[in-house]
C-alpha cells in the first residue's frame, strides 16, 4: 500500500555533528513533506516543509532535501545542540486513496555531549 | 490565545469501561485527527474528520468510535472492545486536509 518510510529509527551523533534522517514515499503525485519534532511527553510540531516545486529548503541549523525522481527527502541537522533531542517524523500526502497526510515511523535522535 | 487542548493529560481506567478522550480546538480548523502512539512506534491514525458530522476510519479503527457534532469538538471514545488501549493518544486539527496539522498536549491513558 502507498507509504512512507523513515531510517533511521534511532540516532546518536555527537554535539556539534550533523544529523541526517532519511524517507522515501510511494505515491508519485505527493506534492508536500511536512518534518515534524515531538518532544518527550509533548505532541510533535511542525519543524519545516517542503513542496514539490522546490528541491531544498533551509530554516538556520535544519535543512531539507528533495528528490522526487528518486521519491525521497531527508532532513539534516547541522551543529547539532542537547535540544535537538527528540523524535522527528516525516510525512508526505497521500492522493490515491484519500486526501490526507501520512506519517513516517520515527526517528528518536540523541545528541551526546 | 489560539490552540488546541486535549485532556485529561492522564487518564485510568478499568478493563471493560468505555472511556472519552476529550480534543477541543480554537483555530477554526475543518479537519480534526486522532492518532495513536505506542511506546517507540510512529503514529497511527485511527479516525479523521474532515468537515462537521462526517469522519472517517483511519487505520485503526477498530474498538473506537469519535463524533463531529461541533467544528471545535472531537472526541474520541476507546470502548470496551479495543484489545489493548493503553497508549498515547494525540488529536491534530488541520486548515484542511492536506495542511499544516497542529497536535494537541496527548492523553495517556492506562487501562488495567
Known amino acids: 500500500g502507498e507509504n512512507v518510510e523513515q531510517h533511521p529509527s534511532t540516532l546518536s551523533v555527537q554535539e556539534g555533528d550533523s544529523a541526517v534522517i532519511k524517507c522515501t514515499y510511494s505515491?508519485?503525485?505527493?506534492?508536500?513533506f511536512p518534518w515534524y519534532k515531538q518532544e518527550l511527553g509533548k505532541g510533535p510540531q511542525l519543524i519545516i516543509d517542503?513542496?514539490?516545486?522546490?528541491g531544498e529548503k533551509k530554516d538556520q541549523r535544519i535543512a531539507v532535501t528533495l528528490n522526487k525522481t528518486a521519491k525521497h527527502f531527508s532532513l539534516h541537522i547541522t551543529e547539532t545542540q542537547p535540544e535537538d533531542s527528540a523524535v522527528y517524523f516525516c510525512?508526505?500526502?497521500?492522493?490515491?486513496?484519500?486526501?490526507?497526510?501520512?506519517f513516517g515511523s520515527g526517528t528518536r535522535l540523541s545528541i551526546r555531549p | 490565545d489560539g490552540g488546541i487542548t486535549q485532556s485529561p493529560k492522564y487518564l485510568f481506567r478499568k478493563e471493560g469501561q468505555n472511556v472519552t478522550l476529550s480534543c477541543e480546538q480554537n483555530?477554526?480548523?475543518?479537519?480534526m485527527y486522532w492518532y495513536r502512539q505506542d511506546p517507540g512506534q510512529g503514529l497511527r491514525l485511527i479516525y479523521y474528520?474532515?468537515?462537521?458530522?462526517?469522519?472517517q476510519k483511519g487505520d485503526i479503527a477498530e474498538g473506537y468510535s469519535v463524533s463531529r457534532e461541533k467544528k471545535e469538538s472531537f472526541p474520541l471514545t476507546v470502548t470496551s472492545a479495543q484489545k489493548n488501549p493503553t497508549a498515547f493518544y494525540l488529536c491534530?486539527?488541520?486548515?484542511?486536509?492536506?495542511?499544516?496539522?497542529?497536535f494537541g498536549p496527548g492523553t495517556r491513558l492506562t487501562v488495567t
Open positions: 491534530a486539527s488541520s486548515i484542511d486536509p492536506l495542511g499544516e496539522q497542529y
Open positions: 505515491d508519485s503525485a505527493s506534492n508536500y
Open positions: 517542503i513542496r514539490s516545486n522546490v
Open positions: 510525512a508526505a500526502t497521500l492522493y490515491s486513496s484519500a486526501s490526507k497526510i501520512i
Open positions: 483555530l477554526n480548523h475543518d479537519a
Open positions: 474528520s474532515q468537515i462537521v458530522n462526517d469522519f
